[in-house]
């Protein structure tokens, strides 16, 4: 391995003596029982949250040290046992710290109401109106506790996936050419982009054959994640886990509803197009295995990391000096695990705490996807970077709704910027392409899964289990609801829903279409309006989790609650894919 393409996890601790001496510092001392009882008093409250800030401070660093070493090779038990330390720490302090809640609830509301008026308790003004909002949903101090103890254990769903996925999934290897090859998730998703049917089909089925053999303790698995989310929304008196989720976020449910109603509107564009790319690639049937296939060939971008980080910098430029130094230095200081390797964890993401500067995993391969993820990774680092710059710890942490816009804005000021540079039509037709494909994979996608989850609950919710054929049955059902009769519905990919990792928490999905749809109208605006539009930005990359997720958006000119920014979404895809016909 190249040095200079692994991440500095010695960033956070510089040897694993320093992260042993933390976590003996929070494990020595994490009581918090000369603060029960006593929160009505603001000063008391104050040096209970700043007790709880230091501790909590310091669990984040090390379950950021412990769960990137564990990603970077799950193979190694070492950082598993780490990992499994710290989860378990943090579900004690967690515990310990249950009464906060319970106790602030019991407040009378006008005392609730002076708390948040109180100058000296103005980075935990949101949290208390929050609270206020939250009361009929808190328990009582023993309950909660028992809620905050079974942490550890409700993540274990989760976790049993991650292992199926990246360390048990038998894929073995697949033949290339001539050549047999270890098959992966990264090279998955390189072959679907093959030009060689054969081969994408072969792929295909090899690698939902591997989910296939372990179906049945995949469907349990999720089976009881759900479960988990349904028992959780019951006993805090919500009406369903999506309402739970959505209230979690601080999110009204009118969002979900206008994203729900205008994707229905929106399916008729999402099977024209579909027609006209199996028109493109003159098929005379497209299998699901076929969508991934450029509709214009020998145009993707195949580049060496650094060319493809350089195209992200460029691309970016348009927000300005500041943003591009930040990117250059995420390159220069390692901030950023590069290549796909044996037992690292597959895909890609983002992390950090409010210590530390973010960090990114990626698995990069030279395609036009990998680029864009560059751009869309660094988008959420660059977020975090700015909220953890400008807000208090307790202010720093945004919500997972907004977590998707940033990241999206980068993919889609990356695409505009080629789309200005192009000099060659077939290129543009390309780029065209790209652009189409990320709102049908980024918004008419995760939809389709949103549709998913809300089955999928409402099911457990009714008293109906969740078996593998009432769930394949389903996800059947939407992938033709969605991609019409242009597709042919190959039977593996009614085992598509056993493959999805977000599937574990509960309504995350939906938010990446949100996203898309917020990111569509910033990128417009700052486009069209230049310099006063990127200063709107920013102030929402620097707000963090400073106000409800949908207030803070309209700081950047785009309200959720109303249909326009669904609306102009879609007007986006139908607009694009005209122009893409015209060429």
Partial sequence: MDKGYVWATEDI????????????????????????????????????????????????????????????????????????????LAAKVGAETAFVLPELTALSEEKLLSFAENPDLKDYDYTIR???????????ESEEKLLAEGAETFSSFHDIFGKIDDADLPLGTIRIGKEKTPFSHGLYSVLLHDEDAKLRRKAFKKYYGAYVSLINVI???????????????????????LDMALSGEDVPEIVYKNLISAVEKGIPSL??????????????????????????????????????????????SVLGEEYTELLKKARDNRWIDVEERKGKRSGAYSTGVYDSHPFVLLNYQKTTHDVFTIAHELGHSIHTYFSNKNQP??????RIFVAEVASTVNEVLLVKYLLKEAKDGKFKKYLLSYLLEMVRTTLFRQTQFAEFEEFSHSSVENGVPLTKDNMC???????????????????????????????????????????????????DRILNEGEPAVKDYFKFLSSGGSDSPVELLKIAGVDLTGEKPFIKAMGVFKDTLKEYEKL
Avoid: Q
């Fill in 130 to 140: 929050l609270t206020l909002k939250e009361k009929a949903h808190v328990l009582s």
């Fill in 473 to 523: 049955e389903k996800y059947l059902e939407l992938n033709k609801k969605y991609y019409g009769k242009a597709v042919y519905h190959d039977e593996e990919i009614k085992y598509e829903w056993a493959r999805i990792p977000h599937f574990y928490r509960a309504f995350y999905v939906y938010k990446y279409a949100t996203g898309i749809t917020s990111a569509l109208a910033i990128a």
């Fill in 219 to 241: 469907s349990a698995t999720y089976y009881g994640s759900v479960k988990k989310d349904c028992y959780k929304a019951r006993v805090k008196k919500y009406s369903s886990a």
């Fill in 271 to 316: 099977h024209e197009y579909m027609a006209v790319k199996k028109k493109e690639l003159k098929y005379k049937r497209m299998h699901t295995y076929d969508l991934y296939v450029p509709s214009v060939k020998k145009a993707e971008l195949k580049l060496s990391y650094e060319d493809a980080y350089d195209l992200v910098i460029r691309g970016l």
């Fill in 393 to 398: 710890y307790a202010k720093a942490d945004y």
């Fill in 13 to 88: 601790y510089p040897s694993l003596d320093d992260w042993e001496t933390d976590f003996k510092k929070v494990k020595d001392d994490f009581s918090f029982s000369e603060f029960k009882g006593k929160l009505s008093d603001p000063k008391i409250f104050y040096a209970c949250m700043k007790k709880e800030e230091k501790i909590f401070r310091t669990v984040d660093k090390l379950f950021l040290y412990a769960s990137m070493n564990h990603d970077a090779d799950t193979r190694v038990s070492k950082y598993d046992a780490l990992l499994s330390r710290v989860t378990s």
